[in-house]
């Protein structure tokens, strides 16, 4: 392992240097891997200085085949031409905060138009999207408890850092991680995803249920596709009553031109997206039937008649909330979707599932415990955190085949990632080549069996 460390780090020397001179001032956590004793000298994030299309090339000169994809947003590659043109055409305009941005409207039409929704708010983040998406189900439903589900990931909102207390009989949970009080999290149902039992503790708690939060594909665990599941869940907070949103902030626009929704046919009251929406600018998208979003300035009215703002509202501010440069890249992002059609997702789609299917093959022929699954264009290992926690050297070997990748110029989403319209076929070889000359070496180093 040594001889290979050397070589990373020789490979990859500017990235550890940046690394080192600057952690007594930044504070920073951005890597794929966890940190792990045995592989400290290669705990350190590679720093990019350019990309286009499917490549990055870092601060050393190394250039490499990106399937991070900027942990999602990149669908159509780094720094495409038709983006790229919108904001210079927007810089040349200026950027002006504190009026109405000119695209505003225009852009949350095109949104409404691809989602199916009646109306759309703007903020930073995808965290901000979920957080002000709960808000204003809580402010029309006058109710306080939410449902979300086991594995599920909605940023780093402390309402929704909530884990299940498995010690307490009436479903109490706790946050989790430090940091998040207690009280946060109270008004928080954890529940089993794709469990019927958990569609029968949501009639119970019906009375006291805001909304009902769901990631309907948890990138933590893309094996797990429960349009049954869904489905019902669906009829089931109509039935009740109870809003339920969908969190797409990858799945949107990505699987589909409609989403997630369009992708299993149910059609949320509320959604949130960011990520490809926003061509690869800051962007959080709350979405919804107006019932819900009426919250954000009291609903529709007209001018000419006696019509005024009559719903209830809730807090909801920004100052860099529909930023110019944002929404003009947004409306280069919807436009292009809007001429591609459903054909760009399908072939994208077709492209992940076979490169998949590829991957599995070389495992089962290498006799390899390890297994592949995609949604879409996204993909990765199935139960990979499982094995890790059941066995502290399988992670330290997934590490390595991570860093091994990396030396052959492969960068991988931890153990996934996402294709985009810019990865070639030739792409594709290349990675699984790299692969296999990963795997021949560490079972040369009696890494592997």
Known sequence: MSSFIERFNQRTQTSKKLAQDYRSFLADNKTFVDFNLPLKEIFYPIVAKSSSGAKILDVDGNEYIDLTMGFGVNLFGHNPSFIKEALVEQLEKGIQIGPQAELAGEVAQLICEFTGMDRVAFSNTGTEAVMTAIRVARTTTKRNKIVLFNGSYHGHFDGTLAKRNLNNANSLSLP??????????????????????????????????????????????????????????????QDLDIPLIFDEMVTGFRIHPGGAQAWFGIQADIATYGKIVGGGMPIGVIAGKAKYMNAIDGGI?????????????????????????????????????????????????????????????Y???????????????????????????????????????????????????????????????????????????????????????
């Not at 860099?320 to 994208?348: I, M, R, S, W």
Request: one cysteine or more; a negative charge.
């Open 176 to 237: 989790i991680f430090s940091g998040t009080p207690l009280n946060f999290v109270q008004d928080v149902l954890v529940l089993d995803y794709g469990n019927d039992q958990s569609l029968e503790l949501i009639k119970t708690h019906a009375l006291e249920l805001a909304a009902v939060l769901v990631e309907p594909v948890q990138t933590r665990n893309i094996a797990l596709q429960p349009q049954e599941f869904l489905q019902q869940l669906r009829k089931l907070t």
């Open 363 to 449: 495992f089962a022929y290498e006799q390899l415990p390890i297994h592949m699954t995609s949604f879409g264009s996204i993909f990765g290992t199935i139960n990979t955190n499982n094995e890790a926690e059941k066995n502290p050297e399988a992670a330290i070997v997934f590490d390595l085949l991570y860093y091994h990748l990396l030396v052959r110029g492969i960068m991988l989403r931890g153990n996934g990632g996402f294709l985009s319209t810019a990865h070639t076929a030739g792409d594709i070889e290349t990675i699984l080549l790299a692969l296999q000359d990963s795997v021949q070496e560490l079972r040369a180093g009696y890494f592997l069996p």
């Open 301 to 361: 009215w007209h001018y000419g008649d006696a019509s005024y703002p009559q719903e209830k509202t809730t807090f909801f501010a920004g100052t860099f909330c529909k930023h110019p440069l944002v929404l003009a890249a947004a409306k280069a992002v919807l436009n292009y979707l809007k001429t591609q059609g459903a054909d760009l997702q399908e072939k994208l789609n077709y492209l992940t599932s076979d490169f998949v299917a590829k991957l599995n093959t």
